[in-house]
């Protein structure tokens, strides 16, 4: 990896107009990560830690307009201990401003955060406006310090307890990726960015690849237990999807039971949302629902074809997940998925049970390509739950007997393909050389522009 002169955290190699070096301010500029250029934003933590002045807020909304002028990607450093108190209103405003005009630039430039210390108050919730969030493992960022958590509720807490990296990374779901150190936080923006366009107006860069898009992956054929129940890794499938098994996994830590990931396939940067069975047995839950949400309208913002690998037995049961709102946030997962107008491509490794299986990029949600695996289960519920429904005043022979004919009968994946809801039955050796094939049909898709003025998703 390379950067223009020094580095991005060191002297600029170019100052933009107004955009100069103040005492204490933060800093802007032009700077090539990998030969690549972005709109950089450093803010100086060495003065009053940080602390969010007016001309800060007036020097990142004039990068995320010159982001959006030259369409190149905005990347911030940031460490921040919140608006300066001497300041004042002025400060208040001015972060707001700044906000404003991240949001403008949302889905047309990727905005991609590095967190090297302290994001507190309100310009914490810039970290919620970025694409991706990577923050070294001693920052930490809330919205209220320890002092008011304890003067509100009487509990003590620290920074770290409160919000540090591990809890942005495995509670919040804020962080993306967590890292050593600055240096570090450079490499995963550089790495990200690979993945990228420059804008939304513009397909992610084809590389050289040496791997075969049409290999066969035997391995795959032997990987999902013989046993309905039995657990495995889905990171192993998707290590032999990618290109010489590498891929980049975001936001690892939270809702593990939805792995998300950026990869290549042929050359082609890619995104792949799958159901992990190793966490909760790959159920849908809230946290999930949001984490493939973000993702699927994050690869669709920036033109990456989505891969969707299914394996889930529906929506975690309960009464407290039910009242927390599992019906808007299961939505957005499914209004994520209807909204997506990127090539979609979805492969049903195992369970595919009920309403998980529509959200889950189904035919009906608009996929463009569905596959399935021979011992893909396809139904509206499992063998055992549609006994115990149908056959409830059975004796537990006959409940029994009706779970095996059942399981024959329905759950397999030649109905759906008999009616369409499946394209093609396939090999799991297969599975790269299809999807590859797939995405040859797919590349040239074309969006279809919505006539409103926006969709009102259920946020």
Not at 144 to 173: C, D, Y
Not at 176 to 191: D, N, P, Q, R, Y
Not at 375 to 392: D, K, S, T, Y
Request: proline share 5%.
């Amino acid at each position: 990896m390379s950067i223009n002169q020094d580095n991005i955290l060191s002297k600029p190699p170019v100052t933009l107009g107004i955009l100069t070096r103040v005492p204490g301010s933060t800093e802007v500029f032009v700077a090539e990560l990998d030969g690549r250029k972005v709109i950089a934003v450093f803010s100086n933590s060495g003065h009053q830690r940080g602390a969010f002045r007016q001309d800060d807020g007036a020097k990142i909304s004039r990068a995320a307009v010159l982001s959006k002028e030259n369409l190149l990607p905005l990347v911030l450093v940031l460490s921040t201990s919140g608006a300066s108190i001497s300041d004042g209103i002025s400060a208040l405003a001015s972060w707001g401003k700044a906000a404003k005009a991240m949001a403008e630039i949302s889905g047309i430039v990727p905005i991609i955060i590095g967190l090297t210390g302290p994001a507190i108050s309100g310009p914490a919730l810039l970290l919620g406006l970025a694409d991706i969030v990577i923050s070294t493992i001693d920052s930490y960022a809330y919205v209220s310090g320890p002092s008011m958590v304890e003067e509100f509720t009487g509990v003590k807490t620290s920074n770290i307890e409160l919000g540090g990296s591990h809890i942005q990374a495995s509670r919040s779901g804020v962080t993306a990726l967590e890292v050593a150190g600055h240096s570090e936080i450079i490499e995963s923006i550089s790495e990200v960015l690979s993945y990228l366009p420059n804008s939304t107006n513009s397909l992610p860069k084809r590389t050289d690849n040496t791997d075969d898009p049409n290999r066969s992956c035997p391995s795959l054929s032997t990987v999902i237990p013989v046993s309905p129940t039995g657990s495995y890794d889905v990171r192993t499938i998707i290590e032999e999807l990618s290109d010489n098994g590498e891929y980049l996994e975001l936001r690892a830590k939270w809702a593990p039971q939805i792995v998300t990931c950026l990869t290549r396939i042929g050359g082609r940067s890619v995104g792949i949302l799958a159901n992990q069975p190793q966490a909760m047995a790959g159920t849908l839950d809230i946290q999930a629902s949001q984490k493939g949400a973000k993702f699927v309208r994050f690869c669709s913002g920036f033109n990456l074809p989505l891969i969707t690998l299914v394996d889930t037995p529906g929506f975690l049961p309960g009464k407290d997940i039910e009242w927390r709102g599992m019906i808007r946030h299961g939505a957005e997962l499914a209004f994520s998925y209807a909204a997506c107008s990127v090539p979609r491509i979805c492969v049903i490794l195992r369970k595919a049970y009920g309403g998980a299986y529509i959200v889950m990029d189904s035919k009906g949600m608009g996929s463009d390509i569905v596959f399935a695996w021979p011992q893909a289960e396809i139904a509206v519920m499992g063998a055992q739950g549609a006994a115990q429904i149908l056959m409830r005043r059975a004796s537990d022979d006959e409940r029994l007997a009706y779970q095996e004919s059942y399981r024959e009968t329905y759950l397999t994946p030649w109905i759906a393909a008999e009616r369409g809801f499946v394209d093609a039955v396939i090999d799991p050796a297969s599975t790269r050389a299809e999807i590859n094939a797939a995405l040859e049909i797919l590349i040239t898709k074309k969006e279809r522009v919505r006539p409103s003025k926006h969709a009102n998703s259920p946020l």
